[in-house]
């Protein structure tokens, strides 16, 4: 798995790609419907971002918050409905100085 790293940070580690999953969310309707009422399939696209924590043949999971050795808020999709999975490029920069100016602190 790719990675990048937490800036200016030590003992840092590395830090998990970030994607966008685009995925078919299965769907439950309530109720009687007639045999004709089935919606277009592209109407179950769901489309989830965060951390890239794991992908296998089975299942792609990602986590919205990561920490140092540690994440949370985690949604695991099964393969078989993942359409897609885009990386993002992006410059991280967290350096304790660039956060408290950030935060309006001096």
């Not at 792609?60 to 140092?68: F, K, N, Y």
């Not at 993942?82 to 967290?94: A, F, K, N, P, Y």
Request: hydrophobic share 40%; net charge negative.
């Amino acid at each position: 798995m790719a990675s990048s790293n937490f800036p200016g940070i030590k003992n840092h580690g590395p830090l998990p790609r970030c994607v966008v999953v685009v995925w078919k969310d299965a769907v439950h309707r309530f109720g009687w419907q007639d045999d004709s009422e089935f919606g277009d399939p592209d109407d179950d696209l769901c489309y989830s971002m965060g951390w890239l924590m794991k992908q296998t043949d089975d299942v792609i999971a990602i986590a919205q918050t990561v920490g140092i050795g540690t994440h949370a808020q985690t949604i695991q999709i099964p393969a078989g409905m993942v359409i897609g999975v885009t990386e993002i490029e992006m410059e991280i920069d967290i350096c304790p100085q660039s956060l408290s100016k950030t935060a309006g602190n001096t």
